[in-house]
């Protein structure tokens, strides 16, 4: 940690000097009674004559060393065809809404597997807006086959869950009420 000098200036008491002493000269360092001597350098073999050489072109973006021209100049290419927005490319097709539906309908019935899995039933709606917006699909040239598909495979996939549950309670029941009631009821002395 270092402290700030005193208010009348630092003083080495080492110095004979005094306080106001100078460090000693450094003859390396030039100063005005003696020049630094100059080492001749050795001339540079890839060095071009001309510095600027390799940043001269005509167009002030493009990389050095590329020659002009060697860049799309303005209005080198065709303008888009009419009726199209952007460069070139048709516009998207229109999502149909029916396929959509379906794929927010199958997911919802796939979430309502967790409440013993009877809200899957739910996936069927799904699965025949699925199918219905495929129809629409192919007839008005609409967009969202996929939707549609994914909603037919998650709608299908959790009805057959959701039957399957059901079965599988009603097994669960019928099997509990057959069970001989242990302990309860029961009067033998």
């Given at each position: 940690m270092t402290y700030p000098p005193p208010s009348g200036g630092w003083h080495d008491p080492s110095s004979t000097a005094g306080p106001q002493s100078s460090p000693p000269a450094d003859p390396a360092?030039?100063?005005?009674?003696?020049?630094?001597?100059t080492q001749p350098t050795p001339?540079?073999?890839?060095?071009?004559?001309?510095?600027?050489?390799?940043?001269?072109?005509?167009?002030?973006?493009?990389?050095?060393?590329?020659?002009?021209?060697?860049?799309?100049?303005?209005?080198?290419?065709?303008?888009?065809?009419?009726?199209?927005?952007?460069?070139?490319?048709?516009?998207?097709?229109?999502?149909?809404?029916?396929?959509?539906?379906?794929?927010?309908?199958?997911?919802?019935?796939a979430l309502g597997l967790c409440g013993y899995g009877?809200?899957?039933?739910?996936?069927?709606?799904?699965?025949?807006?699925?199918?219905?917006?495929?129809?629409?699909?192919?007839?008005?040239?609409?967009?969202g086959e996929g939707f549609a598909t994914a909603g037919i495979i998650v709608g299908w996939i959790s009805t057959v869950?959701?039957?399957?549950?059901?079965?599988a309670i009603v097994i669960f029941i019928v099997w509990v009420a057959n069970q001989e009631p242990s302990g309860y009821g029961s009067t033998t002395y």
């Open positions: 360092l030039p100063m005005a009674g003696n020049p630094v001597p001339a540079d073999p890839y060095a071009s004559a001309d510095p600027y050489a390799g940043m001269k072109s005509a167009d002030p973006y493009a990389a050095a060393g590329y020659p002009p021209g060697a860049y799309p100049q303005p209005g080198a290419f065709p303008p888009p065809p009419a009726g199209y927005p952007g460069y070139g490319y048709p516009p998207a097709p229109k999502q149909n809404g029916l396929a959509i539906a379906a794929m927010v309908v199958s997911i919802i019935g009877l809200g899957g039933y739910i996936g069927a709606v799904g699965a025949i807006l699925g199918h219905m917006a495929r129809k629409q699909i192919r007839e008005r040239g609409e967009g869950l959701a039957v399957l549950a059901t079965i």
